[in-house]
C-alpha cells in the first residue's frame, strides 16, 4: 500500500484527485496507476485502470489470476468491473468512498455473486494516510481560484 500512496502522491503533484494503485504477482510489483483524468483528458484514465492495463500488459494476459490489487481509494464502478472482468482474486483498498465506492459502501460489485467472478476484499489499510491526502488535495482546490476568472 506504501507504493500506492507513493502513486497518490505523484498524482496530487500533478493537481489530479490523489488516487494510487498497484498490481503485484509473486511479490512484484508489475503495474503501476495513478490518477490522470485531467492531464490526458480522459474520464477512464482512473488510477486502478491505468494499473490494470500495466499489469495485464506485463503477464501477456486480460487475466490476472495470482495477483493483487492495492488502492488508495475504494475503487468506483467502473473500476471495480474492470477488476471483476480481469479476475484479480484480491483487492485491498484504503479510505473508503462515500462517493462513488463500489467495493461496499455504494455498491458491491466486487463480491455480486451473480457476476462470474468474486474476490477477496481487504479494507482499511493506510486509510488515514490516504484521506490526509485526499482532505489537502480538496482543501487546496476549494482555496484556488478558478483559473478562468469564475467565468
Same mark, same amino acid.
Given at each position: 500500500?506504501?507504493? !500506492?500512496?507513493?502513486? /497518490?502522491?505523484?498524482?496530487?503533484? $500533478?493537481?489530479?484527485? #490523489?488516487? %494510487? !494503485?498497484?498490481?503485484?504477482?509473486?511479490?512484484?510489483?508489475?503495474?503501476?496507476?495513478?490518477? $490522470?483524468?485531467?492531464?490526458? $483528458?480522459? #474520464? +477512464? /484514465?482512473?488510477?486502478?485502470?491505468?494499473?490494470?492495463?500495466?499489469?495485464?500488459?506485463?503477464?501477456?494476459?486480460?487475466?490476472?489470476?495470482?495477483? +493483487?490489487?492495492?488502492?488508495?481509494?475504494?475503487?468506483? #464502478?467502473?473500476? /471495480? =468491473?474492470?477488476?471483476?472482468?480481469?479476475?484479480?482474486?484480491?483487492?485491498?483498498?484504503? @479510505?473508503?468512498?462515500?462517493? @462513488? %465506492? !463500489?467495493?461496499?459502501?455504494?455498491?458491491?460489485?466486487?463480491?455480486?455473486?451473480?457476476?462470474?467472478?468474486?474476490?477477496?476484499?481487504?479494507?482499511?489499510?493506510?486509510?488515514?494516510?490516504?484521506?490526509?491526502?485526499?482532505? %489537502?488535495?480538496? =482543501?487546496?482546490?476549494? +482555496?484556488?481560484?478558478?483559473?478562468?476568472?469564475?467565468?
Amino acid at each position: 500500500m506504501k507504493q !500506492a500512496l507513493r502513486e /497518490a502522491e505523484k498524482a496530487f503533484e $500533478q493537481d489530479e484527485v #490523489p488516487v %494510487g !494503485a498497484v498490481v503485484v504477482h509473486e511479490g512484484r510489483v508489475i503495474g503501476r496507476g495513478q490518477n $490522470q483524468i485531467e492531464r490526458l $483528458q480522459d #474520464p +477512464t /484514465a482512473h488510477a486502478e485502470m491505468i494499473a490494470l492495463t500495466a499489469a495485464a500488459n506485463h503477464l501477456h494476459s486480460r487475466r490476472l489470476e495470482g495477483c +493483487t490489487l492495492y488502492v488508495t481509494l475504494e475503487p468506483c #464502478p467502473m473500476c /471495480a =468491473g474492470a477488476i471483476v472482468l480481469s479476475r484479480i482474486p484480491t483487492l485491498v483498498f484504503a @479510505a473508503f468512498d462515500p462517493k @462513488a %465506492g !463500489a467495493c461496499g459502501t455504494l455498491y458491491n460489485i466486487v463480491s455480486d455473486k451473480r457476476l462470474n467472478h468474486t474476490l477477496h476484499v481487504v479494507s482499511g489499510v493506510c486509510d488515514r494516510e490516504s484521506e490526509e491526502l485526499l482532505r %489537502g488535495f480538496f =482543501g487546496r482546490v476549494r +482555496t484556488v481560484a478558478p483559473k478562468d476568472g469564475g467565468r
